[in-house]
Structure formats: structure tokens, C-alpha cells
């Protein structure tokens, strides 16, 4: 009998009742998007879940980092990390500006900030940092440069939805932050997204550009799209929000059980935790050297798929080496990056997940190590 399989991650859903019964008013109302209730209560609740006093909610999290761009009017390059998921890079590029790639911290993977300085020029406009598997930029020295040289700082934080830092939420870091609500986040609402920002002053072209451009009901002011998040997303995000601890507080233990098994095993790097941060939990990723174990990450993935456990080779390859991005930009420098990407598998982590598929993934990745 074939054993069952386990997937790199699954969708945190509320119970089955509770969503019906969350999107029976729509019945009533027959109001299914353009800003219904359902809309203007999940932003509510995120004001007051993420501290921070706007946010503007998308129909996904690539909708909403493009429109950050043009919401601030971002021109030339942008200093970003190639060591994310490709809509990082290619809202950048789709904006019609230049991602400008630097290599990444060792530690935690997310952008190396004593690297961001020498890549600054002229041309440069902002800085994109990526908080990495909810693993938390260096945001002081990045403050420090977007001060010294007047650039803007849009955090993509897909990971880090409702983490802090120092005792402020993710959310207040830079001028704006965007948080993905995709499936198969720590806090979805199937598809979606936001941004999260400080100065009041954005929150009418931000609300413009989302519904295309639209500034009152008969003028088109700016070049907007229509990403607008309808009423059966923000339904199962209101629902999500109900049970947002509970998911974060399951996945911590899913880490724990993972960390209990695998820290301190030569050849094995696991991202450590550090102080002043509340984490989400949002994936585990395992980094592996060939040279200490004598497999490699391709082989230890191969031999968990053979026991139908499936993890995922999160981020590869880098987004500087995708074919519609390298023809494009000049080579990226960022060894690091690439190192880690190489070597890096991200396990499978949900707030399902039990103790006993945690260790039959550990057992089967130690295994293949002493084979």
C-alpha cells in the first residue's frame, strides 16, 4: 500500500459552515466586488491586526506591488534581491525599470543591506527588499540608506504577514509593505493581497490606480488597471482572521518538531531565530552540503518524492537567471544567492501538518544523508 502523500504545503480553510454562513449576506445584497462590506471589514480588521493606519486590498499580491510602484512613481533602477519568487523581479520590470540584483545574507537569505550602498547610482529610485521565509530584512540600515540618498523603500513581505520586529510590525517598515494573501500563505483569502503603508496621502492614488485609474465617477486621472479583491476573497479572509493565531501557533510547533530532528546535524543548515522578533512561521526551508553529506539537495528531494513527500526547491533558480530576465538585465553578481538557491529546500510545513508526518520527512531525509 502506497504511503500518503504529504505536500509542501496546504491551504489554511476556516469550517466549512462558517464560510457559508460569512457569505450568505452577499445573497441578500447581490453585491459581489468594488469595495462591498465584505471588502471594507477584512481592511478594518487588518488596520487593526497588522498596526498600521492604511491598507488597500488587491486581488493578488503581484497587482498590489506593481501598483506600489506607480503609486509612489518609481523611475530608472531599483536595488532588489534575485533570491525571491518571480513576481518580485518582474513587477519591476513590467513598470518599465531595471532591476539592479544584490546578493544576499548567508544567515537568514534575505538581501545583504552592506551590499545595497555600492549599487546605488544616479539612476536609482528604491530599494525592494524581500523578507525571506519571514525571516526580517536588516530595516535599520536600510532606513539609514533610503535617508542618506532620498530613495523610496517598497518591502515586498509575502512571507511575513502579521510578524514584528523590535516591537513594530512588519507592516510600518519602509513607505509601503505588500503582503500576498495567496493560498498558500499563513493568512490567505484564496487569492488577494495588500499594501500596507504610513503616509495618508498615497491612499486616494492608490485607491485610483486599482480601478483603473478612476479618480471620481466620470475622470480617468492616472493609467490604472482593475485589481480590485472581490467579496468571496475578503469573506474567507474575514473568515482566516478568525483563526490567524491559531494557524501561527499550530505551524510554531510543526518548527519545533522539524528543529527537534534536524538542528545541529552536520551538513544540515537550518535559518536561526532572532531575538525581538515575532515570526509567522511561514516555511522551513533546510540547506543542505553536498560535500559534508555526500547528497545533495536534488538527491535528498528525489528520495522524499519516492516516499511521496514532496517538498520544494524554494527559491530556484535564481530570478536573475530566468531566460526573460537574464536577456534583459546584465549578468547578476550575487554568488551567494545562487549558492543557496543550489542547495536549498524548503520542507513541508501547514498548520495541518501532524508530528508523525513531520518525523516520517525527517526519517526518510536521514536516511538518504547515511545511504
Known amino acids: 500500500m502506497s504511503k500518503d502523500v504529504i505536500r509542501v504545503t496546504m491551504s489554511s480553510m476556516p469550517p466549512f459552515d462558517e464560510y457559508c454562513k460569512e457569505i450568505r449576506s452577499i445573497w441578500d445584497s447581490h453585491w459581489l466586488t468594488n469595495f462591498g462590506e465584505k471588502h471594507q471589514e477584512l481592511e478594518r480588521q487588518l488596520v487593526k491586526y497588522l498596526d498600521i493606519p492604511n491598507i488597500h486590498l488587491f486581488s493578488n499580491g503581484h497587482q498590489a506591488l506593481e501598483i506600489a510602484i506607480d503609486a509612489l512613481e518609481l523611475t530608472g533602477e531599483v536595488i532588489t534581491t534575485p533570491f525571491t519568487f518571480a513576481s518580485t523581479t518582474l513587477a519591476i520590470m513590467r513598470k518599465g525599470l531595471t532591476p539592479v540584483f544584490c546578493d544576499i545574507d548567508e544567515n537568514d537569505y534575505t538581501i545583504d543591506a552592506d551590499k545595497i550602498e555600492s549599487l546605488i547610482t544616479e539612476k536609482t529610485s528604491a530599494i525592494m527588499p524581500v523578507h525571506v521565509y519571514g525571516n526580517i530584512c536588516n530595516y535599520k540600515k536600510i532606513e539609514q ?218 526519517d526518510t531525509i536521514l536516511r538518504c544523508c547515511k545511504a
Open 145 to 362: 540608506l533610503a535617508s542618506k540618498y532620498n530613495l523610496k523603500v517598497i518591502y515586498d513581505g509575502a512571507h511575513a504577514f502579521g510578524e514584528k520586529v523590535d516591537g513594530r510590525s512588519v507592516a510600518s517598515l519602509g513607505d509601503i509593505t505588500m503582503f500576498s494573501f495567496h493560498a498558500t500563505k499563513v493568512f490567505n483569502s484564496i487569492e488577494g493581497g495588500c499594501l500596507a503603508f504610513k503616509d495618508s496621502n498615497l491612499k486616494d492614488r492608490i485607491h485610483a490606480l486599482c480601478q483603473f485609474g478612476f479618480s471620481g465617477e466620470d475622470d480617468v486621472s492616472v493609467l490604472g488597471t482593475n485589481s480590485k479583491m472581490n467579496e468571496f476573497q475578503a469573506a474567507m479572509g474575514i473568515c482566516n482572521m478568525r483563526h490567524i493565531n491559531e494557524y501561527i501557533d499550530k505551524r510554531k510547533a510543526c518548527v519545533g518538531r522539524y528543529r527537534e530532528r534536524l538542528d545541529g546535524i552536520d551538513g544540515i543548515t537550518l535559518c536561526k531565530e532572532k531575538e525581538n522578533t515575532v515570526y509567522n512561521y511561514s516555511y522551513f526551508p533546510v540547506v543542505f552540503d553536498e560535500k559534508i553529506l555526500g547528497k545533495n539537495r536534488d538527491d535528498i528531494a528525489k528520495a522524499l518524492e519516492s516516499e511521496n513527500i514532496f517538498a520544494r526547491k524554494y527559491f530556484y533558480p535564481i530570478t536573475s537567471d530566468f531566460t526573460a530576465i537574464r536577456e534583459k538585465c546584465s549578468p547578476a553578481d550575487t554568488p551567494v544567492a545562487k549558492r543557496i538557491s543550489e542547495n536549498v529546500l524548503t520542507l513541508p510545513l501547514y498548520a495541518e501538518l501532524s508530528f508523525e508526518d513531520i518525523d516520517r520527512i525527517c
